[in-house]
C-alpha cells in the first residue's frame, strides 16, 4: 500500500533517532548505522489516490485537492497534464557568453554571472536561484555595484575567428615596449566602442548597467591582446609617466596594475624565511587618501575593513595581502607605482594618472570615524621625475583664477567666440602673438565653390535613437550612429553625415562636430616650431576637437602658392595610413564587412585659415600624431556643407601638445628610405619623423 511523502519523512526520522539512541554508548555514536538510510532527495514523492484518506491532508501538487485547498507557486493546475519536473535540470544552467568559459578564462576573471533560468514553472530551482527573465544583452555591473547581474546572450563567434592571432610576440607580451602598449590600448578601446556603439542601438531595459569596457577588456585577455604579463615592481616597459587612463581594464592590459578592483597589487616573493608580498603598483581612489597639500606626498588607507572609502568600515584592518604588502615594501625599502584616480571635468567619470614612482616612508594603525583600526602608509614620489599629478592639481589652481600663468598674453583670444576660453601663452620668448586674424568657428565657402548637391535631412523628433533604421541620416551612416552616447566618435569613415540644423531633432547626439569645443584649449610658443595647441583636460581616444574653420576652396581653381601656405589644410595630399578602427575578428565579425577607412573627398578641397580661423590653424605636424582628421558633412537648406573635424587618436594627457600628420603634396620618389617626401623640413622629434612634410 502507498503512503503518502509526509507519513515517509515521519518515518524515517523515527528510524535515524531510534538507531542513533541504539548506537549510543557514552559519548560514541555509531553513525554508520545512521548513514544506511538514503538521503532524502533521491526519495521520489509518491501522492496517494484520491479515495485514499491519510492522517492529515497531504495532496499532490497537480491535484485532486481536499475541500478548502488550493494549489501553490509553482505549481498550477495547467500543469496537471505534465511530467514531474526533473530538479537535476535546473542545477545545469545554461552556459555562459563563450569569452567567459573555462577554456577562454584570462588571468583576470571577471565577476561570474548568474545561471539563467527558465521562465517556466515546471523547471523548480532552489529559491536563491530565483530571478526576473532574462532580458540583459551581455553587460556587467560596474564594481562595487548592488545591481543585480544580468545574463549574457550567447554570441556566436565565427569560425574564422576562433583562430584569432593577434599579432602580438610571446616577448612582446611578456615585456612591452611604448608601440606595443600604445597598439593594445587603441585596439582595446576600438573594441570598447563598437561593444557600445551595439549596446545603444539595443532597446533600453531598465535596471541594466552597460559596461562595454569589460566585455572588451575580457575579449582583448583571452585573444592576448595584452603585454607586461611579466608582473615586476619598478618601471613597465612602454607605460610613460602621465598616461591617463579611463578604464582599470586599460592598466590590467599593459601590466601596470593587474586587479580590476582591488587598490593594491602585488608580487610573492622569496623572502628570508619564506614567501611574503612586496607591493608593486597602488591606485589611489581619491576618496579618502590624502596628500596633505603637497603632490608628492600621499597617505594611503589600507585595504579591508569594509567600506573605509566612504566611512562605512565595518571592522579592522587586517595585516595581510596588499596591507602586508606595503609594510614589507616598506621594510625593504621597494618603490611602488602609484596611479592617482581623479574626476573627469567635463563627466562625472574617473580617470587614472600614472604618477611615477614612490618610496614608503612609514606606517601606522589610527582609529576611523566608527572606531575601528585603520592602516596608514606615507608614500613619497621619488626625485627626477616628470610632473603628471602636479600638472593636474596646477591646472585646477588656473581655472580658479589663483595664480595667474607666467607668460599669460591674453585670457581668451577667441574674445567671446567659443563658448570655453581658450588662453594664449608665452614663455619661451618675448613675442607678443601670432599674426592678427578674424577668429571663427565656421567655413565659409566662397562662390566659385559649387558643393550643393540634392541632400535630405531627418525628420526624428527630440533626437535620432540609434538603431533606428527609418532614421534618414543614420542610413546615410550605414545603419550605425557614428557616435557613442557620450559623444566620442566609434569608427573612421570615408565620411560621416551629420544631422543639419534644419533637421527637427534639437537635442541630437549626431551634431558633434557642429557644437564647439568640448575642453579647455590654449595656445602657446613651442620652443622651434612656432605657435602650438594644447588642452588644459584629459582627452580620451575619439573625442572630438576641434573643425578646421577658414575659407573652402576648390584648389583646381586657385593659385597654387595657396597649397603651400602655412595655414592651409589640404585635403589631396598624400597621408600615411593607419588603422583606428575595431577589428572584426576580435569583436567576432566577418571580416569582409570591414569598414574602409580612407577620407573620400568629393572635390579637391583646401581650406586656408590665414585671414579667419579658429584654434586648428595652430596645431602643429607630427609624424607620430595624436589626433586625426575626419571629414564629415550635413545638410543645411538643400545645400551640403563639408568641413574637416579632428578627433583624438589616442588618450591624450593634459598639457600635452596636439598634433596631426599634414601629409605630403606628392610622392617624389625615395629619399633616406622613406617614400614619401614632402617640402618642409620636420622637427616633431617623433621616433618615427620621416624628416618632412607639406
Not at 147 to 156: D, Q
Not at 185 to 195: E, P, T
Not at 208 to 214: E, F, G, N, S, V
Not at 525 to 550: E, M, V
Request: hydrophobic share 30%; net charge positive.
Amino acid at each position: 500500500m502507498m503512503v503518502s511523502l509526509c507519513m515517509r519523512v515521519h518515518f524515517i526520522r523515527k528510524i535515524r533517532l531510534f538507531r542513533t539512541m541504539e548506537g549510543n554508548h557514552g559519548s560514541y555514536t555509531d553513525k554508520t548505522r545512521v548513514l544506511d538510510i538514503k538521503p532524502l532527495r533521491s526519495l521520489k514523492p509518491v501522492f496517494p489516490s484520491g479515495n485514499q484518506a491519510p492522517p492529515f491532508v497531504c495532496a499532490p501538487p497537480f491535484g485532486p485537492f481536499p475541500p478548502g485547498f488550493s494549489p501553490f507557486y509553482p505549481f498550477s493546475s495547467s500543469q496537471a497534464n505534465q511530467h514531474t519536473p526533473d530538479l537535476n535540470q535546473a542545477q545545469n544552467p545554461p552556459q555562459h557568453h563563450p569569452q567567459y568559459t573555462p577554456q577562454h578564462q584570462p588571468q583576470y576573471q571577471p565577476p561570474q554571472f548568474q545561471p539563467q533560468i527558465s521562465s517556466e514553472p515546471s523547471l523548480v530551482s532552489p529559491l536563491r536561484s530565483f530571478r526576473s527573465p532574462d532580458t540583459s544583452n551581455g553587460d556587467v555591473e560596474p564594481e562595487a555595484s548592488t545591481v543585480k547581474r544580468k545574463i549574457p546572450k550567447k554570441r556566436v563567434v565565427r569560425p574564422e575567428n576562433l583562430n584569432f592571432e593577434s599579432g602580438i610576440s610571446v616577448a612582446e607580451r611578456e615585456n612591452g615596449n611604448r608601440k606595443v602598449v600604445t597598439s593594445v590600448l587603441m585596439r582595446f578601446d576600438a573594441l570598447r566602442r563598437r561593444f557600445s556603439q551595439l549596446d545603444d542601438a539595443k532597446e533600453a531595459v531598465s535596471g541594466i548597467i552597460k559596461r562595454p569596457d569589460l566585455k572588451a577588456g575580457s575579449t582583448c585577455m583571452s585573444r592576448g591582446v595584452r603585454t607586461n604579463t611579466k608582473k615586476r615592481p619598478g618601471i613597465v616597459h612602454g607605460v610613460e609617466i602621465g598616461d591617463v587612463f579611463y578604464f582599470r581594464f586599460e592598466m590590467c592590459l599593459v601590466g601596470l596594475h593587474s586587479p580590476s578592483m582591488a587598490g593594491i597589487d602585488y608580487l610573492i616573493v622569496k623572502g628570508e624565511k619564506d614567501e611574503e608580498p612586496i607591493a608593486t603598483s597602488i591606485v589611489s581612489s581619491g576618496y579618502y587618501d590624502n596628500d596633505e597639500g603637497n603632490p608628492d606626498v600621499l597617505v594611503y588607507t589600507g585595504q579591508g575593513g569594509g567600506n573605509a572609502d566612504k566611512e562605512k568600515q565595518t571592522s579592522d584592518q587586517k595585516l595581510e595581502r596588499g596591507n602586508l604588502a606595503l609594510e614589507k615594501s616598506l621594510q625593504k625599502n621597494s618603490a611602488v607605482r602609484v596611479i592617482r584616480g581623479l574626476k573627469e571635468a567635463s563627466q562625472s567619470a574617473k580617470i587614472y594618472i600614472y604618477d611615477g614612482l614612490y618610496e614608503i616612508k612609514e606606517s601606522w594603525v589610527e582609529k576611523g570615524k566608527l572606531g575601528h583600526n585603520t592602516f596608514k602608509y606615507k608614500l613619497v614620489r621619488a626625485p627626477g621625475q616628470p610632473p603628471a599629478f602636479a600638472t593636474w592639481t596646477a591646472i585646477q589652481k588656473w581655472k580658479a583664477g589663483m595664480p595667474l600663468r607666467e607668460g599669460l598674453i591674453l585670457p581668451d583670444l577667441t574674445s567671446g567666440v567659443e563658448s570655453i576660453p581658450v588662453s594664449l601663452l608665452n614663455d619661451v620668448d618675448n613675442e607678443n602673438g601670432p599674426a592678427y586674424f578674424t577668429y571663427s568657428t565656421t567655413v565659409k565657402y566662397s562662390e566659385s565653390f559649387k558643393l550643393a548637391q540634392p541632400s535630405f535631412g531627418c525628420d526624428c523628433s527630440n533626437s535620432c535613437k540609434p538603431g533606428n533604421l527609418n532614421c534618414h541620416c543614420i542610413r546615410k551612416n550605414g545603419g550605425d550612429f557614428p557616435y557613442s552616447s557620450n559623444g566620442v566618435l566609434v569608427s573612421r569613415k570615408p565620411m560621416i553625415y551629420e544631422c543639419s540644423p534644419s533637421c527637427p531633432c534639437s537635442a541630437c547626439k549626431n551634431k558633434v562636430t557642429q557644437m564647439g569645443l568640448k575642453v579647455r584649449m590654449e595656445v602657446f610658443k613651442t620652443a622651434d616650431r612656432g605657435w602650438g595647441l594644447r588642452s588644459w583636460d584629459p582627452i580620451r581616444a575619439g573625442s572630438f576637437i576641434c573643425i578646421y574653420a577658414g575659407e573652402a576652396k576648390d584648389k583646381s581653381k586657385v593659385h597654387q602658392a595657396m597649397a603651400y601656405d602655412d595655414y592651409t589644410f589640404d585635403t589631396t595630399r598624400v597621408y600615411t595610413p593607419f588603422k583606428w578602427n575595431y577589428e572584426p575578428g576580435l569583436a567576432d565579425e566577418d571580416a569582409s564587412q570591414e569598414m574602409p577607412e580612407e577620407p573620400e573627398i568629393p572635390l579637391p578641397l583646401i581650406i586656408s585659415a590665414r585671414n579667419f580661423g579658429n584654434v586648428a590653424r595652430f596645431m602643429n605636424h607630427s609624424c607620430s600624431p595624436n589626433v586625426f582628421w575626419q571629414p564629415v558633412t550635413y545638410e543645411n537648406n538643400g545645400q551640403l556643407f563639408l568641413q574637416v573635424a579632428f578627433f583624438a587618436l589616442s588618450h591624450i594627457p593634459p598639457m600635452t601638445e596636439l598634433t596631426y600628420d599634414y601629409g605630403v603634396s606628392r610622392p617624389s620618389g625615395t629619399q633616406n628610405g622613406d617614400t614619401l617626401h614632402g617640402i618642409k623640413k620636420c622637427f616633431c622629434g617623433s621616433e618615427y619623423c620621416r624628416g618632412s612634410f607639406g
